[in-house]
Every structure is written in C-alpha cells, then in structure tokens.
C-alpha cells in the first residue's frame, strides 16, 4: 500500500480529510450494523439535541506505524469503556465496547495510506464521537444518535514539540464540583474555550485548572492530565479528583513508572502550595495529544512559579517516561498484555 504524498515531519494538530469515515445510527431502540463513509459531512435537522443541549461525546486514540511496520492502536479498549461511561452520564445510548474497537479497525484499516510512517515524528490520530440527532426542544435527550469516526494524521499538539510550555492559572473552572469534569463531553471543551484564548493573548500556552470546589489543588489542563516528578525521579505524584479526566496515557504511565522504571506513584490531592514551595523536580501534561509535554513554568495571577527543570528542556525522568512510553506504542519495548492492537492490513 502506497502511502499519501504529505511531508509526515511538518504536520500540526490539525484537521485534514482522509479517505473514510465510520457511521452508525441509533434509531427505534437499536444501533444499525455500521458502515464506512466517504461523505464527512453530516446533515440534521436544525432542532437536533446536539444543536441544542450539546448532547455530545468523543474520545481521541491514535494509531502508530511501528519499528517492524505494523499499525497499532494504543488500548482502543479503555476509550470504549470511557466512552460507554460518558454516554451513560449524558442519557446517551453507548455503543457497544467490542464493537467501538471493530469500528476502530476498520476504519484504521481504509485509511491505511494516512498512517504516517515508523520515524515521522507524526501518527494518525482518531476521533471517535457520538451526538443527540432527532430534533428536541424540551429539555431532554435525543432518541437518534450518530455515532462517527474520524481520522486525521497530526504532529505535535505543543507548536515547539517536546520543549517546555507555560501554564497559567485561570479564573475560570473547566467543571463543576460533581459536574462532568470526569467524562469526555463536548460541553467540557466549550467551558474551556475563552479561556484558552485569553491564555494565549496573554503569551500562555495552555490553562492549568484548579479544584473548582475550593481552588486550592491542582488538577488538569484543558486537554491533558499532569504528572509531577520528586525525590530525584524516584516517585511520580498525580492528581486524585473526580473532576478530571481519567486519563488512558497517565494510568499508562502510573504502571511504567511502577513495573518498568521502579519508581513509586502517589495519586493524591496536589496543593498549589506544594508546587510553590518547590516539592517537585519536573512537571509534564500527559495525554494522546499532548502524549508527554513538559511544563516549565506556571504563572499564577503574575506571580512566577518556576519549575526546577526549567524552560529549555524536558527533565531527565520525563524524558525516561517519554522513551518508555513511545517505544511501548512503537514497538521498541515490549508492551505489557493487551496494550498495543495490531491493526492487520491487507
Ligand atoms: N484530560 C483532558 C481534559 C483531555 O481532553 C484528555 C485527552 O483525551 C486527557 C486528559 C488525556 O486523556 P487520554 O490520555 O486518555 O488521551
Ligand atoms: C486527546 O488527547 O485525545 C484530546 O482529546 C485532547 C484534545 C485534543 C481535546
């Protein structure tokens, strides 16, 4: 298989058209059998939940070209079952999780020729989301749900790739004490988006959110989980909320950090105040989009908190996690049981 013309090494996370999409139908009670798509346009009445409520979900997974070729999808299963658990908060009707991960496939499989090439620097990256169809106007859920995936090849989520970025805290809340912080819904990125761009206006790359109940502990950024590094890289601390998003690539990591590099995990309430006092050695967001980005400094309100890795490079532990990491999903470590699907092509 031939792959697409596209210089792989200058892509940006950005939206491309690829060959096909995947579509399915809930309707009358049931999910119809699902089919690829070239059409990625999707038409609806102008009353439709999503257009109304936001009555919507996705995930985000990408699929690697490895070392000897294959393509492989990271744990498609755990963005299933999330998704199963963002459809259930939301009155939506899941989509099976077997099915999720066929779905995967086979649409990875159409798209073969944009699966970036072993090296790049760039992987395909897929969109899996799910909204409120059939018009409403009271306030409740749809009866008809589209369920689709997309698939786009992207580079690096941070424009410098793996230098260190800096974070602000904002005075705004991503989600709500007992709200939906925990599940991926669309509406949880529309609260993020003023003040995404205010943090840029004001030179920052991304925002760092607070505990919305008592804005005392740390707890994720728009779009990824944090990590932090101490004792000389001997332990990894990770916030404990339920107001964030339980990250695939930051429960990876907890179990590298543990099993592959012996280190020790804490997933604990982090204080604001421990950062400032200088606790930690290194401080990363972690993700499929972001994978593990390191944060050299947060600017709370003006004031400068510098991380002791600094803005130049990523620290030395990030970086073992990092190499660890990639080369489980790139096939240079051996990856533990069940954690890389080969995606076979034909
Ligand atoms: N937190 C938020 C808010 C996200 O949007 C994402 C991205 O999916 C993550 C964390 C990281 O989750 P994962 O590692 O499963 O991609
Ligand atoms: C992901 O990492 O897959 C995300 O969904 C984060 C962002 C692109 C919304």
Not at 188 to 195: D, E, F, I, K, V
Not at 226 to 247: A, E, H, M, Q
Not at 298 to 309: E, F, L, P, R
């Amino acid at each position: 298989m031939e792959k697409k013309d596209v210089d792989w090494g200058s892509l940006d996370f950005n939206y491309r058209e690829t060959d096909y999409s995947y579509v399915s139908m809930y309707k009358d009670g049931k999910w119809d059998e699902g089919k690829l798509t070239k059409d990625h346009t999707v038409t609806m009445n102008e009353c439709a939940g999503v257009l109304q409520y936001s009555q919507s979900c996705f995930e985000g997974l990408k699929a690697y070209t490895t070392e000897d070729g294959k393509i492989v999808c990271f744990r498609p299963d755990l963005n299933a079952q999330r998704m199963h658990d963002s459809c259930l908060r939301l009155e939506m009707p899941p989509f099976p999780v077997d099915r999720f991960v066929k779905a995967v496939e086979e649409v990875v499989k159409a798209n073969a020729a944009w699966v970036p090439p072993y090296g790049s620097g760039a992987t395909l990256y897929i969109r899996p989301y799910m909204f409120g169809y059939n018009p409403v106007i009271g306030v409740k859920p749809a009866d008809e749900y589209m369920f689709r995936i997309l698939v786009t090849p992207v580079g690096p989520y941070f424009k410098g790739g793996m230098k260190p970025v800096e974070v602000r805290i904002p005075d705004y809340d991503r989600a709500a004490p007992h709200g939906t912080g925990g599940i991926k819904a669309g509406l949880n990125y529309a609260m993020s988006l003023y003040p995404i761009m205010e943090a840029h206006r004001q030179g920052f790359n991304e925002n760092m959110y607070l505990d919305p109940a008592t804005r005392t502990k740390i707890e994720e950024t728009g779009g990824a989980n944090i990590i932090f590094i101490k004792d000389n890289g001997k332990t990894l601390v990770t916030p404990k909320s339920d107001s964030i998003l339980p990250s695939i690539t930051r429960r990876s990591i907890c179990y590298l950090a543990e099993n592959y590099l012996n280190m020790k995990v804490e997933q604990r309430e982090i204080f604001l105040t421990e950062v400032e006092d200088g606790e930690f050695d290194e401080m990363g967001l972690c993700g499929t989009a972001a994978v593990i980005s390191p944060v050299g400094r947060i600017n709370d309100h003006g004031k400068v908190i510098n991380i002791k890795s600094g803005m130049d490079d990523m620290g030395p532990t990030l970086k073992k996690l990092y190499d660890t990491l990639t080369g489980v999903q790139m096939g240079r470590i051996k990856a533990p049981e069940g954690w890389v699907h080969e995606i076979k092509v034909d």
